[in-house]
């Protein structure tokens, strides 16, 4: 059933571009960014408990590493700017996470929040090489060597790029479900249950966690990637802190619990957001009582909200 | 030399006000184990909110050497107003997991954040040259203004102020004792709930009136939430999370960390505080004086 | 024949407060050596010593003639000593098959597999099957750790330290919070586990002198951090003034 359902959705999603408005259609590559991203940094949250405060460094990378591959080392292939993100990520995820998995909790959101901000503030003074405040320009890339030149923008990106992107989450979603059902994801799950007794039953935690820590950062960085080619811009303020505050939103919106949670999250608080600014340049205020609502009473997220009401249904 | 000295001072004005927004968040840290990310959002709330009295004192016909007591009331009447509501709403979190309660501040934050926008508009705000009717003290040939001065004065009044309070008063001990151990302290008859409606609220009108000092020398603007934030933890995880001791260092710490780093390298300014968290925290994982924590 | 752990004039001090003063014991393939003594005797440290959770100031502890002192449960474990704790570690949101999964796991070195499903890996599955129906679980494989009884949550802690195949396991008061008319029925699924199991020595933390006085093969008796007696039952149960310094009184009846 679930899998029909996957499905479905595939198939709606591939279909859309055929029957609503290119403006809509550009509104789902942040969505498949997002999702992407999120289904990284849920691996480290939902998972294994362990709340990064600074994950956007991640997503930022991936955006600049698009900016400087295709602008500055004219490198077009986009699988190998995927491919290179994703290592300067891991490269990145491997220090800042040997540091801070020695924390667990609090300290590790308020390190993890540090880490961000400091590559925000390398971004912003480094002009020379990153663009400082106005940051950099992400040149179209080749997709699988077609450059697609008759296609304006707009077409690239609603046509050939949308497929493109939709297929790596399909791709990218079915090897994270293939991870957390792993002997490996169930460790994960031990050790944000109960760290100690996880490892008295030999599960390798600060190890784990780091391995978790560095496979969220290679999520991230292909969000980013997407994100910054979607928008033809890499902005430092990619970086900021509150940008992982969002990166939380919408995990939590969706439903940290359960795996599809951070994809229906990105999906929903894309939508919303573009929808609120539209009716009010006070569209923040309004974001924050919708979290306010969720934590107190909708910790679950929409997923949650989903679950409980189908068990409604099915008992009636 | 006197640029030097005029360097350290301004780092140190800089530490005395970041000293009382840390204050306030080691202070609620301590007590009801809550790290609050909106103290930004009540600092930049002071500073306007600092602003906007010191306009309608002086329209009044007040003198302009009152601003000073202007601003601290100021601060106080706009942290005691906002404290209690807000502390009411995490009450709904506090027996919840840490991340939803840091997500609960952070809602805070965002809607801050307009809020600021819709009642003082998108422009920074700021006080012009009232700050200078105190005028300058002269030491040798080291100039400060008075105002900074009566600032750092101001606020190593209340860290003694706040020493004293914890370790001698009667409520002090029960706020010491809570924070130690809730459940035995409700077992000793305290009323955990006034001890936590207390602490939220005396944190949140250190951070305003923080913020309200700050004004005659930097602008009332919508960047300060956000920015604020990441100082403030700069100096709670230099001096450890929980320390009074700890905010107090290591706001020097920042503080003149940052004044150094405006003077000789500007690219640097925030780098170079990072650099020192993260050296700190290799060095002694709970900071400087926190208790160590796994 | 080889000590599986041993302990050489081990010693502990916290500052200037001795937890443990000089103990020496030894454990042997087929014991049951049970360690009683009042609180505050050095039990935990002792056993926290012997678990490589600690390390001892002063002496040497050993896991089959290897160095543990101060190991951690993650090197322990892969030595092949497992511990079950007094009070109930479970994992809540995990159900009964997971939590048994994640030692067999453990166990069978496949925790890197990024990719394999656990649920569709049969021979561990099998195995998870076999160890919750040594403890009466098998009916609850899929229930929520959370949602089992205390005894269940116990024995489910248990079930996980066996899973691990240890060749000494060390059970902290296993039978704590359950009613005196399961006592007996738990220890005895205990033991046979533990010899279906291939658990080659059990140490064992207990208050209740009944059941030491029934299970054990050797007592050791700490009082103050030093070791007061280290003998079998009869000759422990026949010294008055030894029960009188450990526990105050006499056990009840044998069965």
């Known amino acids: 059933m679930r899998v029909a359902a996957i499905i479905a959705a595939l198939v709606a999603l591939a279909v859309l571009p055929r029957v609503v408005s290119p403006y809509f259609v550009t509104l789902m590559l942040p969505a498949f960014a997002y999702g992407i991203a999120l289904l990284g940094f849920n691996l480290l949250f939902g998972y294994t408990g362990l709340l990064s405060f600074g994950h956007a460094l991640f997503v930022a990378i991936g955006a600049y590493s698009a900016a400087v591959m295709t602008a500055k080392l004219g490198v077009k292939s986009f699988e190998l700017i995927v491919l290179g993100a994703a290592f300067?990520?891991?490269?990145?995820?491997?220090?800042?996470?040997?540091?801070?998995?020695?924390?667990?909790?609090?300290?590790?959101?308020?390190?993890?929040?540090?880490?961000?901000?400091?590559?925000?503030?390398?971004?912003?003074?480094?002009?020379?090489?990153?663009?400082?405040?106005?940051?950099?320009?992400?040149?179209?890339?080749?997709?699988?060597?077609?450059?697609?030149?008759?296609?304006?923008?707009?077409?690239?990106?609603?046509?050939?790029?949308?497929?493109?992107?939709?297929?790596?989450?399909?791709?990218?979603?079915?090897?994270?479900?293939?991870?957390?059902?792993?002997?490996?994801?169930?460790?994960?799950?031990?050790?944000?249950?109960?760290?100690?007794?996880?490892?008295?039953?030999?599960?390798?935690?600060?190890?784990?966690?780091?391995?978790?820590?560095?496979?969220?950062?290679?999520?991230?960085?292909?969000?980013?990637?997407?994100?910054?080619?979607?928008?033809?811009?890499?902005?430092?303020?990619?970086?900021?802190?509150?940008?992982?505050?969002?990166?939380?939103?919408?995990?939590?919106?969706?439903?940290?619990?359960?795996?599809?949670?951070?994809?229906?999250?990105?999906?929903?608080?894309?939508?919303?957001k573009s929808q609120l600014m539209s009716i009010t340049e006070y569209w923040r205020f309004v974001m924050g009582v919708i979290l306010v609502l969720i934590v107190v009473l909708f910790p679950r997220g929409l997923v949650g909200v989903a679950q409980t009401a189908w068990a409604r249904i099915k008992r009636s | 030399m006197n640029a030097f000295f005029d360097l350290l001072l301004g780092g140190v004005f800089h530490a005395a006000v970041l000293f009382l927004v840390a204050a306030g968040l080691q202070l609620v840290f301590g007590v009801q184990k809550i790290v609050n990310l909106a103290c930004g959002s009540f600092y930049a709330l002071g500073a306007y909110f600092g602003v906007t009295a010191v306009k309608w004192a002086i329209a009044a016909g007040a003198a302009p050497y009152l601003f000073l007591p202007v601003l601290i009331v100021a601060g106080i009447a706009i942290g005691s107003i906002i404290g209690p509501p807000i502390e009411a709403l995490l009450r709904t979190v506090y027996r919840r997991d840490e991340a939803f309660q840091l997500l609960l501040t952070f809602a805070l934050v965002l809607m801050f954040q307009d809020a600021l926008r819709f009642f003082f508009g998108a422009n920074p705000q700021q006080l012009g040259d009232t700050a200078m009717v105190y005028g300058t003290l002269s030491a040798g040939s080291v100039l400060v203004p008075t105002y900074n001065a009566l600032v750092i004065i101001a606020s190593v009044?209340?860290?003694?102020?706040?020493?004293?309070?914890?370790?001698?008063?009667?409520?002090?001990?029960?706020?010491?004792?809570?924070?130690?151990?809730?459940?035995?302290?409700?077992?000793?008859?305290?009323?955990?709930?006034?001890?936590?409606?207390?602490?939220?609220?005396?944190?949140?009108?250190?951070?305003?009136?923080?913020?309200?000092?700050?004004?005659?020398?930097?602008?009332?603007?919508?960047?300060?939430?956000?920015?604020?934030?990441?100082?403030?933890?700069?100096?709670?995880?230099?001096?450890?999370?929980?320390?009074?001791?700890?905010?107090?260092?290591?706001?020097?710490?920042?503080?003149?960390?940052?004044?150094?780093?405006?003077?000789?390298?500007?690219?640097?300014?925030?780098?170079?505080?990072?650099?020192?968290?993260?050296?700190?925290?290799?060095?002694?994982?709970?900071?400087?004086?926190?208790?160590?924590?796994? | 024949m080889m000590n599986l752990v041993e302990t050489a004039d081990v010693a502990k001090a916290y500052g200037d407060f001795v937890a443990l003063d000089g103990v020496t014991l030894s454990v042997r393939e087929g014991e049951l050596v049970s360690i009683v003594g009042p609180n505050g005797a050095g039990k935990t440290t002792l056993v926290n010593v012997l678990t490589g959770m600690l390390a001892p100031t002063r002496g040497i502890v050993r896991f089959k003639g290897n160095d543990i002192a101060g190991i951690g449960p993650v090197r322990l474990a892969e030595h092949g000593m497992a511990r079950a704790f007094q009070l109930v570690h479970i994992f809540p949101a995990l159900s009964v098959a997971e939590t048994i999964a994640?030692?067999?796991?453990?166990?069978?070195?496949?925790?890197?597999?990024?990719?394999?499903?656990?649920?569709?890996?049969?021979?561990?599955?099998?195995?998870?099957?076999?160890?919750?129906?040594?403890?009466?679980?098998?009916?609850?494989?899929?229930?929520?750790?959370?949602?089992?009884?205390?005894?269940?949550?116990?024995?489910?802690?248990?079930?996980?330290?066996?899973?691990?195949?240890?060749?000494?396991?060390?059970l902290d008061e296993p039978t704590s919070g359950v009613s005196s008319a399961d006592k007996h029925g738990i220890m005895r699924t205990l033991i046979d586990a533990a010899r279906r199991g291939g658990v080659k020595a059990i140490i064992l933390v207990e208050h209740d002198m009944d059941l030491v006085a029934e299970y054990s093969s050797r007592i050791v008796a700490l009082q103050a951090g030093k070791v007061l007696a280290d003998r079998p039952p009869a000759a422990f149960f026949s010294d008055p003034a030894l029960i009188n310094a450990v526990v105050g009184k006499m056990p009840a009846q044998r069965h």
Request: glycine share 10%; aromatic share 12%.
């Open chain 1, 88 to 272: 300067a990520a891991v490269l990145v995820a491997i220090p800042v996470g040997l540091l801070s998995v020695r924390y667990v909790r609090i300290f590790f959101g308020i390190l993890t929040l540090a880490f961000g901000m400091l590559f925000h503030s390398f971004l912003f003074k480094f002009y020379d090489i990153t663009g400082g405040d106005t940051g950099l320009r992400v040149l179209r890339p080749l997709l699988l060597g077609f450059a697609f030149q008759d296609l304006d923008k707009t077409a690239f990106l609603v046509g050939p790029f949308y497929y493109y992107c939709l297929a790596l989450l399909a791709l990218l979603g079915f090897v994270m479900w293939r991870i957390v059902g792993s002997p490996f994801g169930l460790h994960l799950m031990a050790i944000r249950e109960n760290r100690r007794k996880a490892e008295y039953l030999g599960v390798r935690a600060r190890l784990f966690c780091l391995l978790a820590f560095a496979i969220s950062a290679f999520y991230c960085a292909v969000g980013g990637v997407m994100l910054a080619i979607g928008i033809g811009q890499a902005d430092p303020e990619l970086a900021y802190w509150t940008h992982s505050g969002e990166l939380v939103f919408m995990t939590v919106l969706g439903g940290f619990a359960n795996f599809f949670g951070p994809l229906i999250g990105a999906f929903s608080y894309i939508f919303l």
């Open chain 2, 157 to 294: 009044a209340i860290a003694f102020g706040l020493g004293a309070f914890l370790q001698r008063t009667r409520f002090g001990r029960i706020l010491r004792a809570t924070a130690e151990n809730r459940e035995m302290s409700e077992a000793m008859g305290v009323n955990v709930r006034r001890v936590y409606a207390t602490v939220f609220t005396l944190g949140t009108i250190l951070g305003t009136v923080g913020g309200a000092l700050v004004v005659p020398t930097a602008a009332a603007s919508l960047d300060m939430p956000v920015e604020l934030v990441v100082e403030a933890f700069a100096v709670v995880v230099i001096g450890g999370l929980g320390s009074m001791r700890g905010a107090l260092i290591g706001a020097l710490i920042v503080g003149i960390m940052r004044a150094l780093a405006i003077r000789y390298y500007a690219e640097l300014e925030m780098l170079a505080i990072y650099v020192v968290v993260i050296a700190v925290l290799i060095a002694r994982p709970a900071g400087l004086f926190g208790k160590p924590v796994e």
């Open chain 3, 102 to 170: 994640i030692a067999v796991v453990s166990r069978t070195g496949k925790a890197f597999r990024f990719f394999g499903s656990v649920r569709g890996d049969d021979a561990v599955m099998q195995r998870v099957r076999e160890v919750a129906a040594i403890f009466g679980l098998e009916g609850k494989l899929d229930s929520e750790a959370r949602l089992l009884s205390q005894g269940e949550k116990k024995l489910l802690d248990i079930a996980s330290a066996f899973a691990l195949a240890p060749e000494v396991i060390l």
